[in-house]
């Protein structure tokens, strides 16, 4: 047996999710992109902070608010750490942080600069910005997706002069396609923007270095890397950090308040008010050392090998195949078929234990371009196999022989 079929086992019985029966068939979860399985190491770590610690962080001096705030603070210091980032503020998400960054840093440091966008953003990354500009007049320069489904790099070089900020998604959640961000924030910096990543995709699948790459700011999700839903993070360099204005006023982000005014805490908490997600982030925290004890490296070109597979077998059975697969592209298949509906697709697909996800996938720029309005979309993760590949593969023939 080879040696990975060995660590693909050993990884699916760490999911407890794997072992149900969806329709009466084993289940093939495929709909990673949207969001990942928990491992029980993370599911019990909750469960452990809600029956032994719970309380409320850095407020009491009693030992559950100490534990409490020592396992809320622990996952702060351990993405600063899996992320090499200066400053790391928990939000509910990928969407909040980048919302987050567009009211506490975009409102009073844009001054109206344009913001460069790119056709291949989620919803997340296009809307906080269209508000901002409706507020504020900025202009947003939309970088174009070419027929190779990469970005026209020609195009964001001629729309960088005079911007205050890009915001790129690090890999596409339609096409896997990974962006080439080092040479995006290397121009970027040279005209004085800075370079917000959307690191969704991105961060589950690789090993991102915030320092190295020299991003301004990285916004992510626990929920994709095998975390819990409702907790995320905006991650910023200290410059950045700096120029940031509080944005939500309420308990723990401040110092002092009086009827008159108040003062700010000075460290993250100064963006995190109110009572903040703890067990999530004792959850997220369990995730990483999870994926800590994983080679991603090779995971990833594992699951890069399946998503080729299957990208190829597809294209053999008269799909078009959205994305190119290249090294460091995310394993994400998103595929049409000439005449039968994506929706029913994925609909005889469930009925078969397979979840896939259909529809825009919150790309809806994107999915104009290609002149489309939706894919199926199967998105593989660690505990997803060859065997669950083949197995979709068969239920693709065998609903094709049936339907189409
Ligand atoms: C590329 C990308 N950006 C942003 C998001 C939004 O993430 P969340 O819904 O966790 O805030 C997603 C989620 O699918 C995504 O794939």
Redesign the pocket.
């Known amino acids: 047996m080879p040696t990975y079929w060995v660590i693909e086992l050993a990884i699916q019985d760490d999911f407890p999710i794997l072992q149900r029966l969806v329709n009466g068939h084993r289940l093939i979860y495929l709909d990673n992109?949207?969001t990942t399985q928990k491992p029980a190491i993370v599911i019990d770590a909750m469960n452990d902070y809600y029956t032994k610690h719970n309380a409320n962080v850095h407020r009491a001096v009693h030992t559950l608010a100490g534990e409490a705030t020592d396992g809320y603070e622990a996952c702060r210091d351990a993405l600063k750490t899996w992320f090499r980032a200066e400053r790391c503020i928990l939000t509910?998400?990928?969407?909040?942080?980048?919302n987050l960054a567009a009211h506490a840093w975009g409102h009073s440091q844009l001054k109206g600069r344009p913001i460069v966008l790119t056709e291949m953003?989620?919803h997340?990354?296009i809307v906080p910005w269209q508000m901002l500009a409706e507020t504020f007049g900025n202009e947003l320069r939309y970088v174009p997706v070419k027929s190779d489904l990469t970005l026209d790099m020609e195009a964001f070089e001629a729309s960088i002069e005079g911007a205050g900020l890009v915001c790129v998604?690090h890999?596409?959640?339609v096409l896997g396609v990974r962006n080439p961000i080092e040479e995006i924030i290397r121009i970027a910096h040279n005209h004085g923007a800075k370079v917000l990543l959307?690191a969704?995709?991105g961060a589950p699948h690789c090993q991102i270095n915030m320092a190295e790459l020299g991003a301004d700011m990285m916004?992510l999700?626990a929920?994709?890397m095998c975390g819990p839903?409702g907790i995320?993070c905006l991650l910023v360099n200290e410059e950045t950090f700096q120029e940031m204005q509080p944005f939500m006023g309420g308990g723990d982000m401040i110092e002092t308040v009086t009827l008159e005014g108040s003062t700010y805490q000075t460290n993250e908490h100064r963006f995190e008010a109110g009572t903040p997600r703890i067990a999530e982030a004792i959850g997220w925290n369990a995730a990483l050392t999870y994926l800590g004890t994983l080679d991603l490296e090779q995971q990833h070109g594992r699951l890069l090998e399946i998503a080729r597979h299957v990208a190829q077998e597809l294209r053999s059975m008269g799909m078009t195949v959205y994305g190119r697969h290249d090294d460091d592209d995310s394993s994400v298949v998103s595929f049409l078929h000439p005449t039968l509906h994506s929706e029913d697709f994925a609909h005889l697909l469930d009925a078969r234990g397979v979840a896939v996800r259909t529809g825009h996938?919150?790309?809806q720029p994107l999915l104009n371009r290609l002149g489309i309005t939706g894919t199926v979309r199967a998105s593989f993760y660690i505990y997803n196999t060859m065997q669950d590949a083949e197995e979709f593969l068969m239920h693709v023939r065998n609903i094709l022989e049936r339907f189409a």
């Open positions: 992109a949207a509910s998400g990928t969407t909040e942080a980048i953003e989620h997340s990354d998604v890999t596409s959640n959307d969704a995709q916004a999700s929920h994709k839903t995320g996938h919150c790309a």
